[in-house]
T-cell receptor, first 110, second 112 residues
């Protein structure tokens, strides 16, 4: 176990809906990153939060947004869901140089 | 932009065979390199990492990797695989900022 927990573990949404995924980081870790892992691919960087500020963003549209809270937990929000958003969403927390990953949220958009 | 290429998507080996998984990256600056493993039903775990110094790094469970700067490579090796090594292996590079750029992964199946 890494100490990084994500909820929910599985989720089914309809195209056009909005979804919020949650991540509780490992104790003391002030940096949280989110990744999207489509089937058969490696994780792709969505964005990173450091002390409640976005600190880097990958090639994802603005309908992917996030938050980090004072306790360093984080949310990933996706608006106007599309079928291609179906994927495993991974959260990783870090303090210095090593990222610890949660088990992910499997999102299916129908 | 950084990119990572893993040479094989599927590898099947018998127990006790030697393993080498290829990884090449594209980035002109200083990089940090990682190998992660994902066992069935489990989260991504760090196998080993290279930041600087000795280019041959040793990780957990008998894995090692060699950084060859001139070849932009960071291949993963294990002298003798076990059935429990069946998993998906990801090579990743960190260059600009703190984001990790992952390869597409290699699925290793070890036959007992």
């Amino acid at each position: 176990e890494t100490g990084v927990t994500q909820s929910p573990t599985h989720l089914i949404k309809t195209r056009g809906q909005q979804v919020t995924l949650r991540c509780s980081s490992q104790s003391g870790h002030n940096t949280v990153s989110w990744y999207q892992q489509a089937l058969g691919q490696g994780p792709q960087f969505i964005f990173q939060y450091y002390r409640e500020e976005e600190n880097g963003r990958g090639n994802f549209p603005p309908r992917f947004s996030g938050l980090q809270f004072p306790n360093y937990s984080s949310e990933l929000n996706v608006n106007a869901l599309e079928l291609d958003d179906s994927a495993l969403y991974l959260c990783a927390s870090s303090l210095v140089d090593e990222a610890f990953f949660g088990q992910g949220t499997r999102l299916t958009v129908v | 932009a950084q990119s990572v290429s893993q040479h094989n998507h599927h590898v099947i080996l018998s127990e006790a065979a030697s393993l080498e998984l290829g990884c090449n990256y594209s980035y002109g600056g200083t990089v940090n390199l990682f190998w992660y493993v994902q066992y069935p039903g489990q989260h991504l775990q760090l196998l080993l990492k290279y930041f600087s110094g000795d280019p041959l790094v040793k990780g957990i469970k008998g894995f090692e990797a060699e950084f060859i700067k001139s070849k932009f490579s960071f291949n993963l090796r294990k002298p003798s695989v076990q059935w429990s090594d069946t998993a998906e292996y990801f090579c990743a590079v960190r260059g600009d900022g703190n984001k990790l750029v992952f390869g597409a992964g290699t699925i290793l199946r070890v036959k007992s």
